[in-house]
């Protein structure tokens, strides 16, 4: 597993996934905080978290493990959800 903190490895992971730069992606502060994500997912012994970014259902596991899941937008797309399902 990477040393990166989960909010890069999420950035990383879908702008593999939608073939951008993370350069290209919304900011994924507008999604969640990263630095408490990643706070939360270093203090975490179980569960996980998952919330909607640029059309991918993410979900960072305990030990930190990060999936994605859904088609993604394009990266230009002004779509990133909160877990409550608001833009």
Known sequence: MSDAPPSVR????VSANAG????ELPPLYDAIDPEQLDS???TMTDGAVSFR?????????????????DQPQQ?????????????
């Open 10 to 13: 999420i950035s990383d992971k």
């Open 40 to 42: 939360l997912v270093e």
């Open 53 to 69: 970014y640029t059309g991918h259902d993410i979900t960072v596991t305990s030990d930190g493990t990060v999936t994605l899941s």
């Open 75 to 87: 990266p230009d797309s002004p779509e990133v959800r909160n877990s409550d399902g608001a833009q």
């Open 20 to 23: 951008c730069d993370v350069v």
